[in-house]
């Protein structure tokens, strides 16, 4: 499996601001993604993060709202930014892990963000 | 893109009965099937997934089936115990394009003591 953290576990923000949430793993990694999940929702990909290129986003995203950071294999930053009430939700990171046909997809503790 | 439906949305079950849940996938190049279980409050947590190379595969009380042709999977989970509630998530991918899940809705399951 993975150790992953996030930073903030929670936050309260008031409308127009910007939040940054951090992603930690324990060991290097190719794939990073973003995850948002809405109140009783299922989980929506936001993007996907490589180390040394541009994130890639998923219809509905776009990098304005949403930009993510990979300046290296253990780290990552995705910020919200501009918030809305419509952006409260869960954002959670997760990571592969493996080689070739034995990939899968760990979790992080996600960051749950409330929008005033 | 690949379009992945879970049902029923909401399941009750009697402690120690058995629990079925099914999902239906649309990209027939989707090689890869995980389930994830999320108590509330926490994250998702991966239980068991299964590849296109087998049919069926199973860990202690859980269970997944797949049916490439029909492009169905299902999860059962036998003698249901009361810390099987949870929102149980199935999703889909091509295990060789950055592993992007695409996720069903979610099954509520309540085991009822």
């Known amino acids: 499996s993975a150790v992953i953290s996030q930073k903030p576990s929670r936050d309260i923000c008031q409308r127009g601001t910007s939040l940054t949430i951090q992603c930690q793993v324990d060991?290097?990694?190719?794939?990073m993604f973003w995850y948002r999940q809405q109140p009783g929702q299922s989980l929506t990909l936001i993007a996907t993060?490589?180390?040394?290129?541009?994130?890639?986003?998923e219809s509905g995203f776009v990098i304005d709202k949403f930009p993510i950071s990979r300046p290296n294999l253990t780290f990552s930053t995705l910020t919200v930014s501009n918030m809305s009430p419509e952006d409260s939700s869960i954002y959670l990171c997760?990571?592969?892990?493996?080689?070739?046909?034995?990939?899968?997809?760990?979790f992080g503790p996600g960051t749950r963000l409330l929008v005033l | 893109g690949e379009n992945v439906e879970q049902h029923p949305s909401t399941l009750s079950v009697q402690e120690g009965d058995s629990a079925v849940i099914k999902c239906t996938y649309s990209?027939?190049?989707?090689?890869?099937f995980p389930w994830y279980k999320q108590e509330l409050g926490k994250r998702p947590q991966l239980i068991i997934d299964?590849?296109?190379?087998?049919g069926e595969k199973k860990d202690q009380r859980i269970a997944v089936t797949l049916n490439k042709t029909a492009k169905h999977f299902s999860l059962h989970i036998t003698e249901t115990q009361p810390e099987d509630s949870a929102v149980y998530f199935c999703?889909?991918?091509?295990?060789?394009?950055?592993?992007?899940?695409?996720f069903g809705g979610g099954t509520r399951l309540m085991v009822k003591p």
């Open positions: 993060a490589n180390q040394g290129s541009e994130a890639t986003y």
């Open positions: 999703a889909a991918t091509l295990n060789n394009a950055g592993n992007m899940l695409t």
């Open positions: 060991s290097q990694v190719t794939m």
């Open positions: 299964i590849r296109s190379n087998v």
């Open positions: 990209d027939s190049a989707s090689n890869y």
């Open positions: 997760s990571v592969e892990r493996g080689q070739g046909a034995s990939k899968t997809q760990y």
